[in-house]
């Protein structure tokens, strides 16, 4: 059954940075696009971003574009996602996600 790992949150100032990580197993990693999603408190699931089966290809949300990078290590099976110049309003649980499945996500809050 597919498993998903997220971990590296924590608690940033504003400006700061974080870098995410998804360790999956259960499927063929490198067989699937993958997605990082976003829930905020009282918010509906936000899309974040997606990245191609090889890497090459990526897609961001316009409220991160310029600020978070997408990336995948095949041969780690492992998603990552680097959060830059954080904002107060990137405070949210983080998730990776394929076909719906997501794990437990990792808590991204922004304060100063």
């Known amino acids: 059954s597919v498993q998903l790992a997220e971990s590296g949150g924590g608690l940033v100032r504003p400006g700061g940075s974080l870098r995410l990580s998804c360790a999956a197993s259960?499927?063929?990693?490198?067989?699937?696009?993958m997605q990082w999603v976003r829930q905020a408190p009282g918010k509906g699931l936000e899309w974040i971003s997606t990245?191609?089966?090889?890497?090459?290809?990526?897609d961001y949300a316009d409220s991160v574009k310029g600020r978070f990078t997408i990336s995948r290590d095949n041969t780690k099976n492992t998603l990552y996602l680097q959060l830059n110049s954080l904002k107060t309003d990137d405070t949210a649980m983080y998730y990776c996600?394929?076909?719906?499945?997501r794990g437990q996500g990792t808590q991204v809050t922004v304060s100063s």
């Open positions: 990245i191609s089966r090889s890497g090459v290809i990526t």
């Open positions: 996600q394929i076909s719906g499945a």
């Open positions: 259960g499927f063929t990693f490198s067989a699937y696009a």
